[in-house]
């Protein structure tokens, strides 16, 4: 079992930053992946960014990109999501996820273990 905590969340101006923490504790998960998910109200939970368990690779929905940057830190057992130049659209409850595997993925079915979720406001 991996537990899974999320933190960083708030209300943020657009054009503002925000750095959400996803801290790990249980099963090591330095051999899995991360992923970061979304959902706004009323509307499907969508993936946000993933990286692999070394950090190599990484992948982001293009909605974000160039804005978000996720990044991990093993020694922490610790992954961190950074958002800049938020838009009221990024609005929405932020999870972390880990999968059982490697390499990144995108989607939902494929994480094995979530956090509750940390929620993000973007005022315009």
């Known amino acids: 079992q991996v537990q899974l905590v999320e933190s960083g969340g708030g209300l943020v101006q657009a054009g503002g930053s925000l750095r959400l923490s996803c801290a790990a504790s249980?099963?090591?998960?330095?051999?899995?992946?991360v992923g970061w998910f979304r959902q706004a109200a009323g509307k499907e939970r969508e993936f946000v960014a993933a990286?692999?368990?070394?950090?190599?690779?990484?992948d982001y929905t293009d909605s974000v990109k160039g804005r978000f940057t996720i990044s991990r830190d093993n020694a922490k057992g610790t992954i961190y999501l950074q958002m800049n130049s938020l838009k009221p659209e990024d609005t929405a409850v932020y999870y972390c996820?880990?999968?059982?595997?490697?390499?990144?993925?995108?989607?939902?079915?494929?994480?094995?273990?979530w956090g509750q979720g940390t929620q993000v406001i973007v005022s315009s």
């Open positions: 996820a880990v999968r059982r595997g490697v390499a990144v993925r995108t989607t939902i079915d494929e994480y094995d273990y």
């Open positions: 249980g099963r090591t998960f330095a051999n899995y992946a």
């Open positions: 990286i692999s368990w070394s950090g190599g690779s990484t």
